[in-house]
């Protein structure tokens, strides 16, 4: 008797601990399955990364709401992007840094890290849940169609975007997700306000910008009531030589060498122009979400765009290793006094401060650089010089943290 009771407790354990195993693997394969990656290539620097302990994806909503979230450090991320530079088909070909031959890939493996909390990232399938029947404009310079492009292909890992309009130079586009009924555009506004420009893609001028400081351009103001939220900025477009209006007169200019007009600095301009923008917004009888983003800075190394500068570090800087030039933080007090000026005028109410600035900054290893074109080397002496773009961001990469920060915007609003 002893012997069978032996075997059948010996029978049950082992049946016990059958069941127990199995449920392990599906749990593990549920588990598994909800994280899918794109595969990319694993240089050693992501083999370190991947070492790292990565913190958990979702935190408590009482500790995001009382952190900065623009005061942080870039952390490594083993997990990588959401989406690949062959997924996803919305990239334009001088941000498809990957394609045109960039080697290395250790810039993809990096996540914004808020000093007192943790970012989760974008949620694909909540925020065009939470976009239903809404509308979201992207109002700027090239910078913006840059960002559009990365928040389409986030949102590409549940649905695809339709292209639904876009101009001859496919500046101005609208995209659409049928299922959500939501819509997405992009307004070609580099200035925010009226101006005449001479440029083509390579930024080449044939003539000095026009540019009317006092009237927000009417590419925008004119379809701002189909707008539910809106991302609006610029800056690095006043840095060029133009001529400044103001109640259709020549008020000065800046860089107009030779000329009877008196030169008077674009930082004076950069304020007029935010201000008559953020007039425009108070005033306007539609109140939509506004999100007024900072200007970013480039990091071109050793001379500027057109004078041999160029960009090839591989790493982001660390909080404090880098300082913002006086340009740069000119520019960006501007728009701090005239975001604070909007808000004590009208109060926070939708308008808030995307400040991008000095996460953008300890990102000098996410631009394309020299792979802005496909095999930039290609047939040419390895000491060649080429233009290097050190402005715009590859996709994937660090522009990508952008929509994080933007999801946990609009979940704030909604708390």
């Not at 810039?107 to 976009?131: H, V």
């Not at 949102?155 to 496919?170: F, G, K, N, R, T």
Request: charged content about 25%; glycine content about 6%; overall charge negative.
């Amino acid at each position: 008797m002893k012997q069978i009771k032996s075997n059948n407790l010996f029978s049950s354990a082992l049946v016990k601990f059958a069941v127990c195993f199995l449920l392990l693997c599906i749990s593990y394969r549920l588990l598994s399955s909800s994280f899918v990656r794109f595969p990319l290539e694993v240089s050693d620097h992501e083999a370190a990364a991947a070492a790292a302990v990565e913190p958990p994806q979702f935190v408590d909503d009482l500790l995001l709401n009382g952190c900065d979230l623009f005061n942080g450090d870039w952390i490594p991320d083993s997990d990588g992007p959401f989406y690949s530079n062959s997924s996803c088909r919305t990239i334009e070909a001088p941000q498809n840094c990957m394609r045109n031959g960039r080697p290395d890939l250790g810039y993809l493996y990096w996540r914004w890290k808020p000093k007192d909390c943790i970012l989760p990232k974008l949620d694909a399938k909540r925020f065009l849940e939470m976009m239903k029947d809404k509308s979201l404009a992207f109002v700027g310079d090239s910078i913006m169609r840059n960002h559009v492009q990365s928040l389409l292909c986030v949102l590409s890992q549940v649905e695809e975007a339709v292209d639904i309009y876009h101009d001859e130079p496919y500046k101005n586009r609208r995209w659409s997700f049928p299922s959500h009924n939501f819509t997405v555009f992009v307004v070609w506004a580099p200035f925010l306000t009226k101006a005449s420009t001479f440029e083509n893609d390579d930024g080449v001028s044939s003539g000095i910008i026009q540019l009317h400081i006092d009237e927000p351009d009417t590419i925008w103001t004119d379809q701002y009531e189909d707008f539910d939220h809106v991302v609006i900025g610029g800056g690095q477009w006043f840095l060029k030589y133009a001529i400044y209006y103001e109640n259709n007169t020549i008020l000065g200019c800046h860089g107009c060498h030779g000329s009877n007009i008196t030169e008077v600095g674009f930082e004076h301009a950069y304020r007029k122009a935010l201000n008559s923008t953020l007039k425009f917004v108070s005033e306007a009888k539609q109140k939509p979400y506004i999100l007024f983003r900072t200007m970013t800075p480039d990091h071109f190394e050793n001379g500027e765009w057109d004078s041999g500068g160029y960009c090839n570090r591989t790493e982001p800087f660390k909080a404090g290793e880098v300082e913002t030039r006086d340009v740069d933080e000119m520019m960006r007090n501007v728009e701090l006094e005239e975001f604070e000026w909007a808000v004590s005028r009208n109060g926070a109410g939708s308008l808030k401060l995307l400040d991008t600035t000095m996460l953008s900054l300890l990102r000098p290893d996410g631009h394309p650089g020299v792979y802005r074109q496909f095999q930039p080397y290609q047939g040419k002496d390895k000491d060649a010089k080429i233009q290097n773009d050190c402005l715009h961001w590859c996709l994937p990469g660090p522009i990508d943290s952008w929509n994080d920060l933007i999801m946990e915007m609009l979940l704030r609003n909604q708390r």
